[in-house]
């Protein structure tokens, strides 16, 4: 899996490319630790280029965002394919995350809660 990241404002967007399974979620679980770490509290994921989410992929994004808010963070979800928003409505995972279609629509929710 491919991480790219940039900000817009405060919020920081990463954008992932490739399979999201066992072996690229560690690797990203790292990342997005790093950038709380680093006091990088709003974060949008793109789902754009997302290959697969497998179900260990699902997982690791629950215990993050669980993680996340503990620690009055933000996150958002952006760019899914139909498929992943499929996954999210059926696994009802959509009441968990905020989803939304693209990264601006994610940012722009991310400056309205200010």
């Known amino acids: 899996m491919d991480i790219l990241s940039h900000q817009i404002g405060p919020v920081t967007v990463i954008e992932l490319e490739g399979p999201m ?14 950038w709380v770490a680093a006091g990088k509290l709003r974060l949008v994921l793109s789902l754009r280029d997302v290959t697969l989410i497998s179900s260990s992929g699902l997982g690791t994004l629950i215990q ?23 996954v999210m409505a059926i696994t009802k995972l959509d009441t968990l995350f905020q989803i939304y279609d693209t990264v601006e629509e994610a940012v722009e929710s991310m400056h309205s809660e200010d």
Do not use: P
């Open 21 to 34: 399974n066992l072996k690229s979620m560690r690797w990203l679980h790292d990342s997005l630790e790093e």
């Open 64 to 86: 993050f965002s669980q993680d996340f808010k503990s620690r009055s963070g933000r996150l958002a979800l952006a760019a899914l394919h139909q498929t992943g928003k499929e």
